[in-house]
């Protein structure tokens, strides 16, 4: 990890975040490097889902969106090695404009072929952190396309004093944050991303995706950042700060919540007693 070099990217990116709430920051990656990571999350991917051979519509309303692969970085440590790649890691703290960034989770989003919509929401609501300071870097593996369920935000909707939790878990329709008053007059913007490049969106911004109307499925990597410091906003059951048993009010430090910058020299992972913990809940994500 160490021999990579890690990107100062330029004010003006730093500055769209700011103002946008999202940003593409170009040639992240490389092709070999894409390569590599598309294997490796596909091979991890493949297992997560071994036991479900459901077919798509078959699948819950929120399954139809996406096939979601939390914490694949835990179980499989050449996933690791790219959840944990100081590069987008170095770009979120610039982001942020924070010294340091830990890990909240990662996780693989693959929209099957003729997968649904993902719903509109904005990703702070689900996650018990007290401050905002959280960034989503959204890599897909093959480039982003409309027609394969590219991403679309709302553009300074992190700014908008919106902080709305939304079910998209359900079997039915969820409110439209889009037609939140505060939303009024800002229309979401579709964001291709070329294949290396990465999408980085701020916790508070609100976003969807299209459906995948393709005949091939949508592979997206995604890493969550947080400003180191954050800590523990509620109750709310979340496996980054239950399995370390971080109350309330205290900083998120545990084993799953690792510092990704400034970069270790070696790639994170966790003592057994974690992935134990982590395998016993993995269906957490239906019990929200
Ligand atoms: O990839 C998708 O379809 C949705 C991604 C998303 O909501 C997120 O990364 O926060």
Not at 28 to 57: W, Y
Not at 248 to 260: R, S
Request: with cysteine; proline share 6%; hydrophobic share 40%.
């Amino acid at each position: 990890m160490s021999n990579v070099s890690t990107p100062t990217i330029d004010a003006s990116l730093v500055e769209r975040f700011r103002a946008d709430g999202f940003v593409v920051v170009p040639d992240v990656f490389d092709a070999t490097d894409m390569d590599a990571m598309a294997v490796t999350v596909d091979a991890a991917v493949a297992a997560d889902q071994a036991d479900d051979q459901r077919a798509l519509a078959d699948k819950s309303r929120y399954e139809q969106s996406f096939q979601q692969c939390i914490y694949l970085w835990v179980r499989d440590p050449a996933v690791a090695r790219w959840s944990a790649d100081p590069r987008p890691a170095a770009i979120a703290a610039q982001l942020l404009g924070v010294e340091a960034v830990r890990m909240w989770h990662d996780q693989a989003l693959y929209k099957e072929a003729g997968g649904r919509e993902t719903d509109p929401h904005q990703d702070h609501p689900y996650w018990p952190i007290a401050e905002t300071d959280q960034v989503t870097a959204w890599i897909p593996l093959d480039g982003s396309t409309a027609a394969a369920g590219a991403m679309a935000y709302w553009p300074g909707s992190h700014r908008a004093g919106l902080d709305e939790f939304v079910d998209i878990f359900g079997d039915v329709d969820p409110d439209d944050i889009g037609s939140h008053a505060a939303l009024r007059g800002i229309e979401p913007v579709t964001v291709e991303v070329p294949r290396g490049s990465v999408a980085f969106h701020h916790g508070l911004t609100a976003h969807r995706a299209g459906a995948n109307v393709t005949s091939a499925t949508r592979r997206v990597h995604t890493v969550i950042y947080m400003a180191d410091g954050c800590r523990r906003g509620g109750d709310r059951r979340h496996p980054s700060v239950d399995i370390d048993g971080i109350e309330v009010g205290q900083p998120i430090d545990g084993e799953l919540t690792p510092i990704l910058w400034p970069a270790a020299s070696t790639v994170p992972s966790v003592s057994d007693r974690v992935v134990d913990a982590l395998a016993r809940i993995r269906d957490y994500r239906q019990k929200r």
